[in-house]
């Protein structure tokens, strides 16, 4: 299985750890927080050299930051965010290949939805870009693809079940109908995604000077 390059990072968790560490003391922190990714436990030698140029009392600090387990140390949150990730990771994997059974007893199906939910963010994120690029490029405007307001109608587009295609077809559309004249203003998104957008797209090609390429 290829390694997983990240896991869940939980700020309330590493700000109770960290907020009343001395600055040196945090770095070493966060260097055990990243070895973490290799080893689950810390064993007594790495965290020996992780803290070696710490004072008593700094080292002090740290260890009151870290679980002890068996064979070494561990910051707890850290690892259990790990383990589920790793799990979850592998249970995708199983199911790809037809297998459904969970393979880990620390699987945990809140961890599925997060990440779901963040691949489907991810999507939508794509998706405004894609969108807002091609009206600037067709349009020969500057519209940024962050704008809250063109994340809704866009939204609001989608739920209607527009795709990515019939935005740029309203592009090209309005753009051959309105470049040069007084409505070239109204090439951006509040105009262009808004209610009429359907019209828009069912507008004559021939009438709009749109032409079908491909």
């Not at 700020?11 to 009343?20: A, I, K, M, S």
């Not at 592998?90 to 990440?115: A, F, L, P, Q, V």
Request: hydrophobic fraction near 25%; proline fraction near 1%.
């Amino acid at each position: 299985m290829s390694k997983d390059p990240a896991f869940l990072f939980y700020p309330g968790d590493y700000l109770r750890d960290t907020q009343c560490l001395s600055e040196k003391a945090q770095v070493a922190y966060d260097r055990i927080m990243c070895e973490h990714m290799r080893n689950i436990c810390i064993r007594q030698k790495q965290l020996n050299f992780f803290i070696k140029r710490l004072s008593d009392d700094e080292k002090e600090e740290i260890i009151l930051t870290l679980t002890k387990i068996e064979g070494g140390y561990q910051i707890h949150w850290v690892a259990e965010s790990i383990i589920k990730r790793r799990s979850y990771t592998e249970s995708r994997r199983k199911n790809r290949e037809g297998k459904t059974k969970i393979i880990c007893k620390s699987y945990d199906t809140h961890m599925e939805n997060e990440n779901e939910d963040e691949d489907k963010r991810e999507d939508k994120r794509r998706l405004y870009k894609e969108v807002v690029a091609h009206l600037n490029t067709t349009c020969s405007t500057n519209f940024s693809d962050k704008s809250k307001s063109t994340h809704t109608l866009i939204n609001a587009r989608l739920k209607e079940g527009r795709t990515l295609d019939d935005f740029k077809k309203v592009h090209l559309i309005k753009f051959k109908e309105w470049k040069g004249s007084d409505y070239e203003k109204f090439l951006r998104p509040e105009t262009l995604y808004g209610n009429k957008f359907e019209s828009y797209l069912q507008q004559s090609e021939k009438r709009s000077g749109y032409v079908r390429v491909g």
